[in-house]
């Protein structure tokens, strides 16, 4: 555990934040810099053919040590090295909390920022255990940087302990995640694997196959500016019409509102003035028919207001932007098996559970690679409130190996 400690604290304290704004791959150029020292790391582990491309995706290999001809599956794993845009990553300061007792962390005196199971009750699943947090200032970067430190991890377990027997093993660490754009330019082809797995998911024992089928909407509103003295029947205001739109959407479908296979739309944004009011939403839903029915509620929406003030004055840019990778992963769910079944080797009890949001392993399916969803043990992800167990982190580390160790058996091709 001691390397997989330190391996994390190296690289939760490199900025690789993304950057949205940005229309180029990496978005930003300080994700560079650990992509460069992933490919150093790897080659010292005697992955030879370690390398990073022109977008910033590390790519690398495991050669196979099966030498008696049975066959066995190119397996994949995957994580991503960027940091979210929503919150500070300048400056990370991981923390360790040694044996913790179950009660408050002070992350920051002198700001009175406190992790506190009132807060965050799950925190007393981990008492006795090592915890790594912020200081209280900045994210800590464990999405996924965790998931890139147990990777390496079991990779490195692997040189080490050559009798266990293992088929070709691929790993990718990809820029962007964070920002949607992790596999617009990944190489399914020439990375060869039979399937993956995404190491980028939240508490032990979490297991995904699904996720959310995704759209976005762009709405302008256009509106008449005059001056408010003499308005009357004259003056459209545009925000008063975005806030009429707003209201006709169902309540109860938002993200404060919603849990498990419910989906929701989100306002993210509304600014604007009299003359011109901008929203941005996102649309969510698990289930294909129930998503398509959301998107034409927000049609009908705007078609119903542009036929009540007799005016187009609402333009609408909606356009898919994921789909529910379980319509690719179910023709071959033996693979969560595989994982599931290391993981309760490893004493795991397995948490199937869908991904309330996106995944590179949803685009990567639809792009021919079948990519399930692994747990790194994290909580709290994107903010100062952010841990990780070192415990959850080596039991990934054993998920890894027992995937390998298993499909290293020859049961599945």
Not at 218 to 238: C, D, E, F, Y
Request: contains cysteine; charged residues 25%; proline residues 4%.
């Amino acid at each position: 555990m001691e390397n997989l400690l330190n391996r994390f604290l190296r690289y939760a304290k490199i900025d690789t934040q993304s950057d949205e704004n940005s229309q180029t791959t990496p978005s930003t150029e300080k994700q560079w810099k650990l992509a460069k020292i992933l490919v150093e790391e790897l080659k010292e582990l005697g992955l030879s053919d370690a390398f990073v491309d022109d977008h910033c995706y590390v790519y690398a290999t495991l050669k196979s040590n099966i030498t008696d001809g049975h066959k066995v599956p190119t397996i994949g794993f995957i994580a991503h090295i960027d940091t979210s845009p929503d919150f500070t990553a300048e400056g990370v300061n991981p923390q360790i909390v040694k044996n913790y007792d179950g009660g408050d962390i002070v992350l920051n005196k002198e700001k009175n920022i406190v992790l506190s199971p009132k807060d965050f009750p799950e925190l007393k699943n981990y008492i006795g255990q090592t915890l790594i947090t912020t200081d209280g200032t900045t994210l800590l970067g464990a999405d996924d940087k965790a998931g890139v430190a147990e990777i390496i991890t079991a990779i490195e377990y692997l040189v080490n302990h050559p009798e266990i027997k293992h088929g070709t093993i691929r790993v990718a660490f990809t820029p962007d995640e964070e920002i949607g754009r992790g596999t617009k330019h990944f190489d399914v082809k020439g990375f060869g694997a039979n399937f993956a797995y995404t190491l980028d998911g939240g508490e032990i024992g979490e297991l995904q196959f699904e996720n959310f089928n995704a759209a976005e909407a762009k709405l302008t509103i256009h509106g008449r500016n005059v001056h408010p003295g003499t308005a009357k029947n004259q003056m459209i205001n545009s925000q008063h019409v975005a806030m009429e739109l707003v209201s006709m959407l169902p309540v109860s479908e938002r993200p404060e509102y919603t849990e498990g296979y419910e989906g929701f739309f989100h306002l993210i944004s509304f600014t604007g003035s009299v003359e011109e009011t901008h929203l941005h939403f996102i649309i969510r839903d698990h289930d294909r028919k129930k998503f398509e029915h959301k998107k034409a509620i927000m049609q009908h929406t705007v078609d119903f207001l542009n036929e009540k003030y007799r005016r187009e004055l609402i333009d609408l840019d909606m356009h898919d932007q994921y789909y529910n990778m379980r319509e690719k992963i179910e023709p071959v769910m033996y693979i969560v098996e595989l994982a599931k079944q290391a993981m309760i080797q490893a004493d795991i009890v397995p948490i199937i559970r869908p991904v309330r949001g996106g995944t590179d392993g949803a685009m990567l399916s639809y792009m021919g690679l079948p990519t399930p969803n692994i747990f790194t043990g994290g909580h709290n992800f994107h903010g100062r409130f952010e841990f990780i167990p070192l415990e959850s982190m080596q039991k990934a580390v054993e998920t890894v190996v027992g995937i390998i160790l298993l499909a290293g058996k020859g049961d599945l091709v």
